[in-house]
C-alpha cells in the first residue's frame, strides 16, 4: 500500500526545460526524503526536508516541504540527461521512525 | 566493498521453491533494512535490524518471510515455498543509526526475484 502518491507518473521532456513533480500523502510526515533510482540500482538519497514549508536546493534541483508537511515538491531547472531516473519521495510518520513509506514514483525521461 | 552489497543479484524460482537472498552492509552500520519493490512500485518496508536484533518486523507479508542477522552484520532474508507474486526485487538498506535525522539510509543493488 502506497500512502505516497506522485504526480506525474510518468514524464519526458526536452534537455533544457523545467520541471516539477509532487509528492501527496493525506498523512503527517515528521520528515519527507527524495531519492532517485537508477535502473538496476538501489534509491540514493538526494536530501531529507523536516521542517514544514522549508525549501532546500541542490544545484538545479529544488525541494520544498509542505506547510502542513503533508506533501512535497521537486522542481529541476535546465534538465540534463543526466537527471533521467526514478525519483521516489518517502516519509517517516516519527522522529526515529525506522520504516519509511515510499511513494509510487516518477520516472523521469530527458530527451537530449 | 564501500557500499551494500547484495547477492545473488538475480534469480529465478520455481514455484514452491526456497530462496535465500544475503545482504553485506556497509562496515560498521548498526541499522540494516530490507525492502521490496515490485515492478513499476516504489520500495515497501520488509523488516528492521538493530545488530542482531530484530526490532520490527511488521512488513513481512506472511510467514513464508522470515530474515536474520545473527552477528549484527550479513543479514539473510528467506522466502519459503515461493508464489508468482514474490516476484519482486528485494532491496537491502543499511545506516549508523537508524532513519532519524542524520542517518543516511545507504541501498544496494537489490537482487531480483522472479518466480515462474
Known amino acids: 500500500t502506497q500512502l505516497l502518491e506522485q504526480s506525474p507518473q510518468f514524464l519526458s521532456i526536452q534537455e533544457g526545460e523545467n520541471l516539477t513533480v509532487y509528492c501527496n500523502s493525506s498523512s503527517v510526515f515528521s520528515s519527507l526524503q527524495w531519492y532517485r533510482q537508477e535502473p538496476g540500482e538501489g534509491p540514493v538519497l538526494l536530501v531529507t526536508v523536516v521542517t514544514g514549508g522549508e525549501v532546500k536546493k541542490l544545484k538545479r534541483l529544488t525541494f520544498q516541504f509542505g506547510d502542513a508537511r503533508k506533501d512535497s515538491s521537486l522542481h529541476i531547472t535546465a534538465a540534463q540527461p543526466g537527471d533521467t531516473g526514478l525519483y521516489l519521495c518517502?516519509?517517516?510518520?516519527?522522529?526515529?521512525?525506522?520504516?519509511?513509506?515510499f511513494g509510487t514514483g516518477t520516472r523521469l525521461t530527458v530527451i537530449p | 566493498g564501500a557500499g551494500v552489497s547484495q547477492s545473488p543479484r538475480y534469480k529465478v524460482a520455481k514455484r514452491g521453491q526456497d530462496v535465500a537472498l544475503r545482504c553485506d552492509p556497509i562496515?560498521?552500520?548498526?541499522?540494516l533494512f530490507w525492502y521490496q519493490q515490485a515492478l513499476g512500485q516504489g520500495p515497501e518496508f520488509l523488516t528492521y535490524?538493530?545488530?542482531?536484533?530484530?526490532?520490527?518486523k511488521s512488513g513481512l507479508p506472511s510467514d513464508r518471510f522470515f530474515a536474520e542477522r545473527p552477528e549484527g552484520s550479513v543479514s539473510t532474508l528467506k522466502i519459503q515455498r515461493t508464489q508468482q507474486e514474490d516476484s519482486a526485487v528485494y532491496l537491502c538498506a543499511s545506516s549508523l543509526g537508524g532513519t532519524a535525522l542524520g542517518n543516511t539510509i545507504y541501498f544496494g543493488e537489490g537482487s531480483w526475484l522472479t518466480v515462474v
Open positions: 518517502a516519509g517517516a510518520y516519527r522522529t526515529g521512525a525506522n520504516n519509511l513509506f
Open positions: 562496515s560498521g552500520h548498526v541499522s
Open positions: 535490524f538493530q545488530n542482531e536484533a530484530q526490532l520490527d
